[in-house]
């Protein structure tokens, strides 16, 4: 089964009333005061297309590469019209008929290749001292060197020198009675952060679950959907669902919001087997709250010196209704002092391909959370997503600001007594 084509959206793009009220929570309308890039505009457009009054052209891809697919307009419109996936479909017509760009067809190759981005990743991590410049200290590298579509300004993490994946056996036993957990560790965790995949292993071990890692699954395919790549997010979809069903786990977890957006929602639409595993993909926040952690971190010893802690939602568990449960694991943690800041729901701008194309726009969204971080007097700022994470922390040096983003699974773990 393939992805949907911007056609099979024809009646949902008729649903759209004209009302505007997406303008309020579009972020790069917020910046860019354009019609063309709020979601009214961007289905007007779609709709043109179908009716032959605009040609696909230059223009017209430029107009749809202007959305964050954060999907903060969908969940306030009055009839629910799916402008995410409306630009998804039109990206994909654009892919089709121009061809990838050759950002897209780097990616693609990446993706659908992942000797590759071991072997990119593991020259990367070797040559880092080279290639890249510690700041500050601990906060993440900026490029010595200008590389194509990485702007030198940029923040990003170190790249792991030893991929999560490479380092644990894929079946890791634990109680009898206990569920078989899969662990979709996404590639963010596997490259880049595998000291969120380490925290997810420490705490579902001290619950004594049945840990099992797929060697062999791949990408989410959101990076591909955020490129129009639907040929990539087919091979991947194939490729997650044959590592997936080889044995039968009583739930898929995610600690990456973007993953789970990829796995639980678009996965779902390849076919009914998939539909069945997607069924299976929880956030691992909601599992930890489901399974009584929030009562066992309550009954953990107090501190005497509690950091405090601020939380940032990503629009792709936000827009999912997942707000709760990432809040009430900071607030039973003994060691953290929680703090509601404001504009904690508000986009960090990264937005996958979006901050790539746009890394002025990503960078003026991202900018309008660090009031926020500042008079929130936090010294972490905690979330749920690598991507997010790396956003974050890029925002808060941009702005001179002392905090430093970690995910809410690494405090967890650092509280959690060890099992035994
Ligand atoms: S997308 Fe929804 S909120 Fe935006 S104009 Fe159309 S109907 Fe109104
Ligand atoms: S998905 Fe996000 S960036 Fe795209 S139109 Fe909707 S609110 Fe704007």
């Known amino acids: 089964m393939s992805s949907k084509k911007l056609k099979d959206f024809e009646e949902q793009i008729r649903q759209c009333v004209k009302c505007g009220t997406c303008q309020a929570y579009c972020p790069v309308f917020g910046e860019q005061k354009r019609e063309s890039v709020v979601a009214r505009g961007k289905i ?168 099992w890692i797929p060697s062999e699954q791949g990408c989410c395919g959101l990076p591909a959907i955020s490129a129009g790549d639907g040929a990539t997010v087919e091979e991947l979809a194939d490729r997650n669902l044959a590592a997936f069903e080889k044995r039968e786990p009583d739930v898929i977890l995610t600690a990456c919001a973007s993953c789970h957006a990829g796995m639980s929602r678009h996965f779902a639409e390849f076919g009914e087997r998939q539909k069945e595993l997607a069924k299976k993909v929880t956030d691992i926040h909601v599992f930890l709250e489901r399974e009584g952690l929030i009562e066992e971190l309550k009954n953990l010893p107090a501190k005497t010196d509690p950091v405090r802690v601020a939380y940032h939602d990503p629009c792709h568990l936000r827009t999912q209704g997942i707000t709760k449960e990432p809040r009430a694991l900071l607030r039973a943690l003994p060691g953290v002092d929680y703090i509601e800041m404001e504009g904690a729901d508000r986009c960090c701008g990264l937005g996958g391909t979006f901050s790539v194309y746009h890394y002025e726009t990503s960078k003026k969204i991202g900018a309008r959370k660090a009031p926020g971080i500042e008079a929130s007097g936090a010294e972490l700022v905690a979330t749920a997503c690598p991507g997010c994470m790396m956003q974050l922390q890029d925002i808060i040096n941009q702005a001179g600001l002392p905090q430093k983003v970690v995910h809410i699974l690494d405090l967890i773990a650092k509280e959690l007594p060890e099992h035994s």
């Open 44 to 211: 007007a457009l779609a709709q043109a297309l179908l009716d032959g009054d605009v040609e696909l052209d230059r223009r017209f891809a430029g107009d749809m590469s202007q959305c964050l697919l954060c999907g903060s307009c969908v969940d306030k419109c009055p009839n629910l019209v799916p402008a995410d996936e409306i630009v998804m479909a039109a990206r994909r017509e654009i892919t089709e008929k121009h061809g990838p760009t050759s950002f897209g067809r780097s990616l693609s190759l990446a993706l659908k290749n992942p000797s590759l981005m071991k072997w990119g990743a593991r020259g990367a991590s070797l040559f880092s001292p080279i290639l890249f410049k510690k700041v500050p200290e601990g906060s993440g590298l900026r490029l010595r060197f200008p590389a194509p579509y990485v702007t030198r300004d940029r923040i990003i993490p170190e790249i792991a020198s030893r991929p999560f994946r490479d380092r644990h056996p894929e079946f890791i036993p634990g109680e009898k009675d206990k569920p078989l957990v899969a662990f979709f560790t996404g590639c963010m965790i596997h490259f880049m952060y595998p000291q969120i995949g380490e925290s997810v292993l420490a705490i579902l071990r001290r619950m004594g679950m049945n840990i």
